[in-house]
């Protein structure tokens, strides 16, 4: 789970999220680092350089120090957890304590060109609310998640009738943070219902090879073991993201 918050409204930033031409002066090339997380680089990619980003639930900061040393952004982050606040900090990361279940309200709107939610929304209380939140306070959001319609987890599920263990979700239910765990298509039913443009999204298979969302969807859904969406607010229905 998550963070706590309360800044300042920030002064818009020069240019928004998205908004840049390809190939314009200011689109820096990326360079993958080796030692990244094959999401993180993903997730990387969807980030315009130099923009404002809210990285909620970031951990030890490996996703907000990628951002920033890569996409050049003015990035800060929102940890739940002391220890990753501290690790961050430690980091010259700029975090602060908090929980994205009820901080993120304190946030005012469109303040962040992105507010990114990577590998969290599962471990969340409420995560249609969170979700809304990020839509409100990002002019896109980010989220990746675990896969749990992933032909592994369904196969250890129907021959051992127990919960299953794989490797983006090794711990045993009862150690597990996760306490809402979706499929592809419950995420994707998800983004409909808060009213969530789907720009892109992207599902990795186990090799971390990046399938694409040329597939049909049950395809996606069946193979991948974890997706990644950039989401932005649909302007023909702003009020499904209201609870």
């Given amino acids: 789970m998550l963070k706590r918050s309360n800044p300042s409204r920030a002064e818009r ?36 350089p130099g923009a404002r980003v809210l990285d909620v639930g970031c951990g030890d900061g490996a996703l907000l120090k990628l951002l920033i040393e890569t996409r050049g952004v003015r990035g800060r982050g929102v940890e739940i957890s002391r220890e990753g606040v501290n690790r961050c900090v430690a980091k010259g990361l700029s975090v ?27 471990a969340t209380r409420r995560p249609k609310h969170v979700l809304q939140q990020l839509l409100r306070i990002g002019r896109r959001a980010i989220v990746s998640f675990p896969n749990f319609g992933h032909w592994q987890v369904r196969w250890q599920y129907v ?13 045993p239910w009862y150690e597990t943070a996760n306490i809402h765990l979706c499929t592809i298509k419950d995420f994707t039913a998800l983004c409909d219902l808060v009213g969530a443009r789907v720009e892109k999204a992207v599902a990795l298979n186990g090799g971390g090879r990046r399938l694409g969302f040329h597939l049909p969807l049950f395809l996606q859904n069946l193979v991948g073991e974890q997706a990644v969406f950039l989401l932005s607010r649909h302007p023909a229905r702003p009020e499904a993201l209201a609870d």
Avoid: C, K, W
């Avoid at 240019?15 to 997380?37: D, K, N, Q, V, Y």
């Avoid at 602060?96 to 599962?122: C, K, M, R, W």
């Fill in 13 to 48: 930033p020069e240019t928004g999220a998205g908004t840049e031409a390809e190939g314009s002066p200011r689109e820096a090339a990326f360079h993958s680092p080796l030692s990244a997380r094959t999401d993180h680089l993903l997730i990387a990619e969807m980030v315009a």
């Fill in 159 to 171: 021959t051992r009738g127990r919960m299953p263990v794989t490797g983006n979700l090794p711990e």
């Fill in 96 to 122: 602060i304590q908090g929980d994205a279940d009820t901080d993120l309200e304190d946030y005012p709107d469109n303040a962040f060109d992105y507010a990114i939610l990577s590998q969290t929304i599962q």
